[in-house]
């Protein structure tokens, strides 16, 4: 990514997490960017299409975390997909801040049919097939998971996933952690219920 374009995305991240997305003006974007605010628009037309970039920008780190995965024949099944849903979590929240991921979650339901919307909607189902393709592999090596139609099973799993991730943005005392043990609890139940282990 070039330079400057990943000074203006460094600094928006940093000033959304400092003040908000909604304190945030492109004019401090750019001072603390080190450059014009023109030089911002002429990557970034609105302030939406920047926090789409950091999106994005988190949803291919999070995507080379995960594909790296491999679920072993040793690893509990509820344990390795917590392991991998614990990856968008932990991206996540490390690279933007609850506040920023509230406004994300809220444009979804305030703005249904914007580009960002759309967009936004691309990633997560490209999030969803990555989670579908691990427990396939999850299935070739753990034969009592033979019985499980793979494609339900990762979107009930998922959705699951993301509503407590909306819980975790949404309440600043809960920790990645303790969203983490949550998530861990409720896949053993889920697991246990599904293919008796």
């Excluded at 004019?27 to 030089?39: C, F, L, Q």
């Excluded at 299409?49 to 988190?58: H, I, N, S």
């Excluded at 080379?64 to 509990?76: F, T």
Aim: a negative charge.
């Amino acid at each position: 990514m070039a330079g400057r374009k990943r000074d203006i995305m460094a600094a928006a991240e940093l000033l959304f997490g400092r003040s908000g997305y909604e304190s945030t003006t492109m004019a401090e974007i750019a001072n603390r960017a080190g450059v014009s605010r023109p030089t911002v628009f002429n990557y970034f037309r609105t302030k939406e299409e920047l926090l789409l970039a950091l999106v994005l920008d988190v949803h291919h780190q999070t995507q080379d975390k995960v594909q790296a995965l491999r679920p072993s024949a040793s690893d509990p099944p509820a344990a390795a997909l917590c392991r991998f849903l614990s990856v968008y979590s932990e991206t996540s929240l490390g690279h933007i801040d609850k506040r920023t991921w509230r406004h994300v979650e809220s444009t979804q339901i305030r703005m249904p049919e914007s580009d960002f919307v759309r967009s936004y909607d691309r990633f997560t189902l490209e999030m969803l097939n990555d989670f579908r393709h691990f427990i396939d592999r999850m299935v070739e090596i753990h034969s009592k998971a033979a019985i499980l139609q793979t494609e339900p099973i990762a979107r009930m799993i998922f959705n699951h996933w993301s509503a407590l991730f909306v819980e975790l943005v949404r309440d600043d005392r809960q920790s990645v952690e303790d969203h983490i043990e949550r998530l861990r609890g409720d896949l053993e139940f889920l697991v246990a219920a599904l293919i008796g282990s």
